[in-house]
């Protein structure tokens, strides 16, 4: 992604009312929030010597020719083509314009930050959580239509839980465009759309889009554009018909420049191979991901067949996200990994699982959503986050290195998994972890008034308490499923 750009005739390039007070030393600038990446200068003027001493003298500046090229730091600004302190100057010391800047950045509008693919060659990505499920509980979604209008009707609802994964730690937070092809957005008088009016697919995409882009702001998170499941597939539109929904989500994030492409949640592996190829040769790294369980597909492919056809599409990144639990995933996707792997297939392993567990499930095709209790009583299956500290060790070990969670997966189960993996990140943590202790290490205290906290401050105590349901009776899996 990063490569040398010429930006020649700087005059032009950057009008004066961009520019910065003549003569901003460089380490101001590199104390700027801006991003900052390094160019080479090529000055051509004048520079004033001994001006001070002289001028008290009551003499001008002697003057020196410069004409060379020097490493500067030059600061990108969103919608400027480039922001830097010394472009040029005429003060009365000196009198010279830079000529030429090479910058070391493709992109004059975003700071130079690692791809997916470089960051999961270096060791494991942290996803995001759980949005429309989430949003339905805060009352700005409803629940059955799952109004992925929330875009339009409440940003600032949306922008606050990408706020609160991004300080979780998550390295991604994906743009809110699930389900948001205009084959099913709703119609002005479905429920739940209180805009009065048909959404767009373009509309809908690009501000999910902006609005991630305007929280991650300059920090280094990435940005995540995904498509899912259509209508048209489902009604045998065929492969034309459905690749035209995911192309028109495709021109908005790329007009809005995400940094990575995802499909995700589909439930027949046919499907996920036309968003591949539509997702292919964007110039963006693409992951797939099914919804399936251990018995494969909706069409009865099995997991790692499913796995390995999307490798051979050209998906970087395989894997499951949404209808199984933590434990249920573990298990299809290792089946995924032995197919790839017989294969000689060795494309990037994602999780994002379902974050209430329902191990009676498993062997269906719909998992959660199989429940008597879904989608109004599960608060009782939702995973601890010391269940997700053992499902992300469990899933590294797998070899997974993209992990992530969805429906039921909040902030601070993206905090574990933050914090599960910082010791294979160098460290890294997000600034919810000052707020949080891992395995109850903050619950440490001397105050007689507060001994109901002593003794809660180890791994081990956590790990011996078995949460209880707290209604005697019930059951602790459901004999009958909603549906079978
Ligand atoms: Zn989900």
Redesign the pocket.
């Known amino acids: 992604m990063v490569s040398i750009g010429n930006i020649s005739n700087t005059k032009n390039a950057a009008d004066e009312d961009e520019l910065e007070p003549a003569a901003v030393p460089s380490t101001n600038v590199m104390r700027r929030s801006r991003p900052v990446v390094m160019g080479l200068a090529s000055f051509r003027g004048e520079v004033g010597g001994g001006s001070r001493s002289r001028a008290k003298a009551g003499r001008p500046p002697a003057w020196h020719r410069i004409d060379s090229t020097v490493l500067v730091a030059v600061t990108t600004v969103p919608g400027r083509a480039f922001h830097w302190g010394m472009l040029h100057s005429s003060s009365a010391r000196s009198r010279f314009a830079v000529e030429s800047i090479a910058l070391v950045t493709v992109n004059k509008n975003k700071m130079v930050k690692k791809g997916l693919l470089e960051r999961l060659q270096e060791g494991p990505v942290v996803g995001d959580g759980?949005y429309?499920?989430t949003l339905e509980k805060r009352g700005y979604v409803m629940a059955g239509p799952y109004t992925t209008e929330v875009i339009i009707e409440h940003p600032e609802a949306v922008k606050q839980l990408h706020r609160e994964f991004m300080r979780a730690g998550a390295d991604v937070l994906q743009a809110l465009t699930f389900s948001a092809t205009d084959d099913r957005l709703s119609s002005p008088d479905a429920p739940g759309n209180e805009t009065g009016k048909s959404i767009t697919c373009k509309e809908l995409n690009s501000q999910a889009c902006a609005i991630v882009k305007e929280v991650v702001c300059d920090g280094d998170v990435l940005v995540c554009g995904g498509l899912s499941n259509t209508p048209s597939y489902a009604q045998g539109k065929g492969k034309a018909a459905v690749q035209q929904e995911f192309s028109k989500q495709v021109d908005s994030f790329m007009e809005q420049d995400v940094d990575f492409l995802l499909a995700e949640?589909f439930g027949y592996v046919e499907e996920a191979e036309w968003a591949i190829e539509a997702l292919k040769g964007k110039g963006k790294p693409v992951a797939c991901t099914l919804?399936i369980g251990p018995t494969g597909d909706d069409s009865g492919v099995s997991p790692g067949e499913c796995a390995v056809r999307m490798a051979k599409v050209g998906a970087d990144v395989v894997g499951l996200?949404?209808?199984f639990d933590a434990n249920t995933c573990l298990k299809t996707i290792r089946m995924m990994k032995d197919a790839l792997e017989k294969e000689g297939l060795s494309p990037y392993l994602m999780v994002?699982p379902?974050g209430y567990l329902s191990p009676e499930t498993e062997q269906t095709k719909d998992g959660w959503t199989s429940l008597p209790e879904f989608p109004f009583a599960l608060e009782t299956r939702q995973m601890t986050r010391f269940e997700v500290n053992h499902f992300v060790r469990a899933a590294f070990d797998l070899g997974v290195r993209y992990i992530g969670g969805?429906?039921?997966f909040e902030p601070h189960h993206i905090r574990a998994i933050s914090e599960e993996l910082s010791p294979e990140r160098g460290g890294k943590l997000g600034e919810a972890s000052k707020k949080h202790r891992p395995w109850g290490g903050a619950m440490k205290s001397d105050q007689s008034e507060r001994d109901f906290m002593n003794g809660k401050d180890t791994r081990e105590y956590w790990e011996s308490v078995k949460p209880a349901l707290g209604r005697p009776g019930f059951p602790d899996v459901q004999a009958k499923l909603f549906r079978q």
């Open positions: 759980s429309i499920i949640f919804r996200n949404c209808r994002q379902n969805c429906c039921g």
